[in-house]
Nanobody, 129 residues
Framework: QVRLAESGGGSVQTGGSLRLSCKPSESTVGKYTLGWFRQAPRKQREGLAAIDDDGNTAYADSVKGRFVISKDSVENTLYLQMNDLRPEDSAVYSC???????????????????????WGGGTQVTVSS
């Protein structure tokens, strides 16, 4: 199974930006569709963004227009650029991989994030007002 390691979390003020990175332990092309989800204390996991092998992306309404998911296939690294951060964005953010054979497109995979597949230990993001 793929292993995932996130980095890049931290503390910022409202309106600030952060970029999260995720390094899978193996190539995910044709095997996994990648994405990010988050979990705040006492809240359910929330799928945020997914990207498929064709580079198509899908976003949750809560982050659309503020967050951008991307991947560098050469470096085998997934990113989440987070802009205009708000206190309600504070959470543990996790990189995740869901089975490509089941969730081949980003739109389809978005609903699976945080429910199926594999994920890393997460990185804390704290946004202060």
């Amino acid at each position: 199974q793929v292993r995932l390691a996130e980095s890049g979390g931290g503390s910022v003020q409202t309106g600030g930006s952060l970029r999260l990175s995720c390094k899978p332990s193996e190539s995910t092309v044709g095997k996994y569709t990648l994405g990010w989800f988050r979990q705040a204390p006492r809240k359910q996991r929330e799928g945020l963004a997914a990207i498929d092998d064709d580079g198509n992306t899908a976003y949750a309404d809560s982050v659309k227009g503020r967050f951008v998911i991307s991947k560098d296939s050469v470096e085998n690294t997934l990113y989440l650029q987070m802009n205009d951060l708000r206190p309600e964005d504070s959470a543990v953010y996790s990189c995740t991989a869901v089975q490509f054979r089941t969730w081949r497109t980003a739109v389809h995979a978005l609903g699976a994030l945080g429910r199926f597949g594999y994920w890393g230990g997460g990185t804390q993001v704290t946004v202060s007002s």
